[in-house]
């Protein structure tokens, strides 16, 4: 948490990751110096996690993550450092999908939305409840991403848009593309999710 923040943003990492994803970690880093809380934890158990290190059956299981960040949000607005504050998901890979089902759950009670690489499509029939002004971001050349995104795009009802990253691949390792992702999600951030102006005790 920043001095004086203005949000909140939620972390859904993708399958195989965790909170500790270093792009994850470097995204938030970035928020936390527009002056935006971030929280980030593992969708699942240690238990889960070695098992679906050898069956996964669980990184494809969207109901499931969607839940747990469902909780992990009721859990932040139980704490007294946090009330007030508006809340957003920034999803990478499959927990873009689980952000979005988890926002279509929640209604108002998520202003913004950002996928990173995401899997949007996976959320299916709740792309048409989310309100949350939904930014999707994917690498120029993660072609059938790209596509996957297109179709989400066109099924949310929420404001929208879809920015493509010139060059970069899926995980944005190339150098500056992951930058460009964190400019991209703190400005979409600052604008839909800090209208408020809510101001951190």
Same mark, same amino acid.
């Given at each position: 948490?920043?001095?004086?923040?203005?949000?909140?943003?939620?972390?859904?990492?993708?399958?195989?990751?965790?909170?500790?994803?270093?792009?994850?970690?470097?995204?938030?880093?970035?928020?936390?110096?527009?002056?935006?809380?971030?929280?980030?934890?593992?969708?699942?158990?240690?238990?889960?996690?070695?098992?679906?290190?050898?069956?996964?059956?669980?990184?494809?299981?969207?109901?499931?993550?969607?839940?747990?960040?469902?909780?992990?949000?009721?859990?932040?607005?139980?704490?007294?450092?946090?009330?007030?504050?508006?809340? *957003?998901?920034?999803?990478?890979?499959? $927990?873009? @999908?689980?952000?979005? !089902?988890? %926002? =279509?759950? /929640?209604?108002?009670?998520?202003?913004?939305?950002?996928?990173? *690489?995401?899997?949007?499509?996976?959320? $299916?029939? @709740?792309?048409?409840? !989310?309100? %949350? =002004?939904? /930014?999707?971001?994917?690498?120029?050349?993660?072609?059938?991403?790209?596509?996957?995104?297109?179709?989400?795009?066109? @099924?949310?009802?929420?404001?929208?848009?879809?920015?493509?990253?010139?060059?970069?691949?899926?995980?944005?390792?190339?150098?500056?593309?992951?930058?460009?992702?964190?400019?991209?999600?703190?400005?979409?951030?600052?604008?839909?999710?800090?209208?408020?102006?809510?101001?951190?005790?």
């Amino acid at each position: 948490m920043p001095p004086a923040a203005r949000g909140l943003v939620g972390f859904a990492h993708g399958s195989g990751s965790g909170r500790r994803s270093p792009r994850n970690q470097a995204v938030a880093h970035y928020l936390q110096g527009k002056g935006l809380g971030t929280l980030l934890f593992d969708l699942l158990t240690e238990e889960e996690e070695r098992l679906e290190s050898q069956t996964r059956h669980l990184r494809f299981n969207i109901p499931l993550l969607g839940e747990r960040l469902i909780k992990a949000t009721a859990w932040a607005g139980s704490q007294a450092v946090l009330q007030g504050l508006p809340i *957003g998901y920034f999803g990478a890979s499959t $927990g873009a @999908a689980a952000a979005l !089902v988890a %926002a =279509a759950e /929640l209604g108002d009670g998520i202003r913004a939305v950002v996928s990173r *690489g995401g899997r949007p499509d996976l959320a $299916g029939n @709740a792309l048409p409840k !989310v309100k %949350a =002004a939904t /930014l999707l971001i994917v690498g120029g050349h993660d072609t059938q991403v790209i596509e996957l995104n297109v179709k989400a795009h066109s @099924a949310l009802r929420c404001e929208k848009q879809l920015t493509i990253v010139p060059g970069a691949t899926h995980l944005f390792e190339e150098p500056g593309a992951l930058e460009r992702v964190a400019q991209f999600a703190a400005e979409w951030f600052l604008e839909h999710l800090c209208t408020a102006k809510t101001v951190h005790p």
